[in-house]
């Protein structure tokens, strides 16, 4: 099954990446997150690991269906 993390951007949106690295899920929650692409907001935004736990079944769902396309590093 594939990994993938639940992030929300700057904007509160939420949605899915592949490829936020895992070593900065505890770093994110703190610090300024990491530049992904936010599918709603189409642009470049600071997200942050969301914690599933705190989303709602309707807010998983949605944002596993909008998986950010790409990310910077
Ligand atoms: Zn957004």
């Not at 490829?19 to 300024?32: A, D, I, S, V, Y």
């Not at 692409?37 to 309707?58: E, F, I, K, N, T």
Request: proline share 7%; hydrophobic share 40%.
């Amino acid at each position: 099954m594939e990994q993938r993390t639940v992030v929300r951007c700057a904007e509160g949106h939420v949605f899915s990446t592949a490829t936020f690295p895992m070593q900065n899920l505890l770093e994110g929650r703190l610090g300024p997150g990491r530049l992904i692409r936010c599918p709603q907001c189409g642009r470049l935004r600071s997200s942050v690991p969301a914690d599933p736990a705190q989303l709602s079944g309707a807010q998983l769902a949605r944002a596993l269906r909008l998986e950010a396309v790409e990310s910077l590093a």
